[in-house]
């Protein structure tokens, strides 16, 4: 997947599946949207799926430290490139 | 100490109707709300029973995502019967997150549809199907899940109780509500119990040969507590909620009462976890009246728990009989809407002070010829006109869980 497709894939998931009224790339999502430790869990088996492959539990953790989309779609980006 | 309570508001979700008018409209013209048994896909066609009290209405749920996303069925009925209480309490916002107020709520098993999709997950030999149970299932499915779905939904910061006796759930739920409110532990409890659409708890009661059977093909027809034809009982789904609040606090704030908890009582068989003990069923019923500090003549109506199998209304008759002689009406409002199990407390209750506040008894629905065993009782066969003061809500579960609560008309 290219960085656009990640993006517009991710925007995609935020507005239809977590249903945040236009989010911008770089909201804080928990300040903005209310994004809570369940959500972080959803969003990870989004990403999963997203990419057709599980994740690693260290590759888990290493989510718990983002806050915007934009450091979700580097690090998607960055898991992808993993699996090519 | 020793506080008055109160019940402030209620809600309910029943196989006879939402609203008072709708719940009263089928008591009144004795139309039923049991159904055929839907084909589920897994259990339905292994089950002798084919008869459900169903909730077959739709019920139009507002909930953000940020709710909906652990609930499975049945937190989405007992949130909605909250959410109608707290919107017509008239409790501020700082009181409802103050820690004041409590919830205590629960079901017979949290959600088992949930469940299902996550057992079916784990016997799957596919390894996809195993990772794809959600982060989310548990809190979806768990026992408590009804009451922490509630808290989350209002930020509700009090203590919080979670029933999963059964057939007693909601009735604890509410009697262990009234003492938190009574001994001052909380100043308002919200209380009650849920259960969704499930054919597992059809197949548990019909492999005990507990469930109906002889009615399939009219469902109308049955249950039928106290009468000679009676085969069984007939589960249900339907949530129901009160308010509870202390006396003082409600009458302050202007708070609309509705009527008086004034005892509960619980205990236990003590041996037999499956057939009722009616040395057991006499003592709740006392305990009952003692912590109401009433006799049983005050009492003008028993809203008997009257599950129709054979040998559950024997025993429930002879207890009432024992306390009661044959002075209250009783009335088995299962007849109705079937037994909805963690719902069932709270929703009699409910039913019960509706009638007082309307000033009539409903009858046992398809009572035609009563069992001389239960004959001893004074059932109600008929709509009667009757200014019910006091009446006792009785609550039997499997586990050998007995309640009784008393209201009184304010």
Not at chain 2, 25 to 30: K, N, P, Q
């Amino acid at each position: 997947m290219t960085r656009d497709e990640i993006k517009t894939e991710l925007m995609r998931i935020f507005q239809d599946v977590f249903e945040f009224k236009n989010p911008d790339p770089d909201d804080n999502l928990r300040d903005v949207h209310g994004f809570d430790s369940v959500d972080a869990i959803e969003l990870l088996r989004e990403i999963e799926i997203m990419l057709g492959a599980k994740l690693s539990r260290e590759e888990k953790e290493k989510a718990m430290d983002v806050r915007t989309i934009n450091q979700i779609v580097d690090y998607v980006e960055s898991l992808a490139s993993t699996r090519r | 100490m020793e506080r008055r309570v109160v019940v402030t508001g209620c809600s309910a979700i029943t196989p006879i109707g939402r609203t008072k008018e709708e719940i009263i409209r089928h008591l009144v013209d004795g139309t039923s709300g049991v159904k055929q048994l839907r084909d589920d896909g897994l259990l339905s066609d292994h089950i002798h029973s084919g008869v459900f009290g169903t909730v077959d209405y739709p019920i139009e749920y507002d909930f953000k995502r940020t709710y909906r996303k652990t609930m499975g069925p049945v937190a989405f009925y007992a949130c909605q019967v909250a959410k109608e209480i707290l919107e017509g309490a008239g409790l501020s916002d700082d009181f409802i997150t103050s820690g004041r107020l409590g919830v205590s709520f629960g079901s017979t098993h949290g959600s088992p549809s949930v469940q299902r999709g996550i057992y079916r997950s784990f016997f799957s030999n596919s390894k996809s199907e195993f990772s794809s149970i959600g982060a989310v299932d548990y809190l979806k499915s768990m026992v408590h899940t009804t009451a922490v779905n509630i808290t989350k939904m209002f930020g509700i910061t009090g203590r919080v109780i979670s029933s999963s006796t059964a057939c007693t759930t909601s009735s604890q739920s509410i009697g262990l509500g009234y003492e938190m409110v009574k001994y001052g532990m909380q100043d308002a409890m919200l209380c009650g119990g849920a259960d969704e659409y499930d054919t597992t708890t059809v197949a548990v009661f019909d492999n005990l040969l507990a469930c109906s059977t002889a009615f399939n093909d009219a469902p109308h027809l049955t249950p039928r507590p106290f009468d000679v034809r009676r085969d069984g009982l007939v589960v249900g789904e339907g949530a129901g909620a009160v308010l509870l609040e202390e006396y003082e606090f409600a009458k302050r704030r202007g708070a609309n009462i509705l009527c008086e908890v004034t005892g509960f009582s619980c205990n236990n068989s003590g041996g037999d976890l499956i057939f009722p003990n009616v040395d057991a069923i006499t003592r709740t019923i006392r305990l009952g009246l003692q912590d109401a500090k009433i006799s049983a003549d005050e009492v003008d109506l028993v809203s008997a728990h009257a599950t129709a199998t054979k040998m559950g209304d024997v025993v429930e008759a002879q207890a009432i009989y024992n306390v009661y002689g044959n002075s209250p009406l009783i009335t088995g409002l299962k007849s109705y809407m079937g037994h909805t199990m963690g719902s069932c407390g709270a929703i009699e209750l409910i039913i019960a002070l509706y009638m007082m506040e309307e000033g009539f008894v409903a009858p046992t629905l398809n009572l035609d010829k009563i069992d001389e065993r239960c004959a001893m009782i004074r059932h109600a066969t008929g709509i009667a006109e009757c200014d019910i003061r006091i009446a006792a809500i009785q609550n039997f579960a499997f586990g050998g869980v007995n309640t009784s609560i008393i209201i009184k008309k304010i």
